[in-house]
């Protein structure tokens, strides 16, 4: 990179020399107040990419049921519940080079598995709040016709598909982490990986100028599309198509019962992820609360019912999740889950297979009567 200066024209000319930023707090807190300088790229509809700050300094935990072991710079989220994760370095931290791409990949790897949509949700709003933004400003400005419980869910999604974005942001990208930004975009289908230099220039008072440039765009131009993130929305058409011809019978009327009960009881949205997926939302206390998803994977293929105790405790609080928890019927490989769960206060996404639920003939029955339990209880409270 030049060191030459950049030059200002007005009555005089002015020259505004390279100045690196003093501390690394002062670069964190310059994204975080001004995510614009992020901007590059368009959503999958062709307007502008706004980024949107969920949260600093966001835990990262490295099990369903542990505390954040790590701690990722930044968050940021776009109007297509796109996640985008942000590491900062200054040119003078030698970690820049190769020990920020490990970390960076081990946040992207556990957040996809362990930040359910409630908490990324409550993560946003907790940050508006410190930020003294009033919600409904913040939302109004992404959120269009979606409701706010959808559009986590999308994000949610988005992170389980490993549909994201990582950044390595730096006053100075050294050739060695450029040719590993570009090998990463090249080889990874749905995340894309940028490096961007944020060069700093000041003059005379506070005068600063900021001038972007980004690595790793022609690997992501490079892409094959069938590696990009899908825009397209699982239709309940879709996922009976998809049950026809993936599962056995048994698990299939499993399925079947639950998406007829959610038609009926709920609400059924269609996940974003490249394979289908499904998640409902039931009324409870006058609220649509986000209550399991029904997943089939594709590599390797596999059917997975989750449910969304992060979410039944986020809305409902941790007295409604354990009695949920016990009302789910006694299938063994749930129970031990359950178990888990209830050590750590229910926050996460205990998950079973199909097939396993199809060995117990009552199975099915006792989730829909739990999920009914729910909802009359929360009704006769309130």
Not at 49 to 73: F, H, I, K, N, Q
Not at 224 to 232: E, F, I, K, N, V
Request: glycine share 8%.
């Amino acid at each position: 990179m030049s060191d030459q200066p950049v030059f200002v024209l007005g009555a005089d000319l002015q020259a505004l020399e390279p100045a690196a930023f003093e501390t690394e707090a002062e670069f964190q807190e310059l994204l975080a107040r001004h995510p614009r300088m992020l901007d590059f790229g368009s959503l999958a509809d062709g307007q502008p990419l706004r980024l949107v700050l969920v949260a600093r300094e966001m835990g990262v935990a490295t099990s369903a049921d542990g505390a954040p072991a790590y701690w990722l710079d930044h968050l940021f989220v776009d109007a297509d519940g796109v996640p985008t994760l942000v590491e900062v370095k200054r040119a003078s931290d030698t970690r820049i080079r190769r020990e920020v791409v490990g970390q960076m990949l081990d946040y992207a790897a556990n957040g996809a598995r362990y930040w359910p949509g409630a908490l990324l949700q409550r993560c946003f709003e907790e940050t508006c709040a410190a930020d003294g933004r009033p919600l409904e400003e913040a939302y109004g400005e992404f959120l269009g016709d979606r409701s706010r419980q959808e559009f986590w869910a999308t994000v949610e999604e988005r992170l389980t598909a490993g549909q994201m974005r990582l950044l390595f942001v730096a006053d100075r990208i050294p050739l060695e982490l450029r040719a590993i930004v570009e090998f990463l975009n090249r080889q990874m289908r749905q995340t894309d990986v940028y490096a961007i230099e944020l060069t700093q220039y000041r003059g005379n008072g506070d005068l600063r100028v900021l001038v972007p440039r980004i690595h790793g765009e022609v690997a992501t131009a490079a892409k094959s599309p069938a590696g990009r993130r899908s825009t397209h929305r699982t239709t309940r058409a879709d996922m009976d198509a998809a049950l026809g011809t993936r599962l056995a019978p048994l698990p299939r009327q499993i399925a079947t019962a639950l998406l007829d009960h959610a038609a009926a009881r709920g609400r059924l949205e269609g996940g974003y992820a490249t394979y289908p997926s499904m998640s409902v939302y039931y009324p409870v206390a006058g609220r649509q609360v986000p209550i399991w998803t029904l997943s089939l994977y594709d590599n390797p293929p596999k059917e997975e019912l989750a449910f969304s105790f992060g979410s039944v405790t986020h809305h409902l609080g941790p007295d409604r999740a354990a009695a949920f928890a016990q009302s789910l019927p006694a299938v063994p490989e749930l129970e031990k889950k359950l178990e888990v769960q209830r050590q750590k206060g229910y926050k996460g996404w205990p998950s079973i297979p199909l097939s396993t639920l199809a060995d117990q003939p009552a199975a099915v029955e006792g989730i829909l009567a739990a999920i009914q339990h729910l909802m009359d209880s929360q009704e006769t409270s309130a």
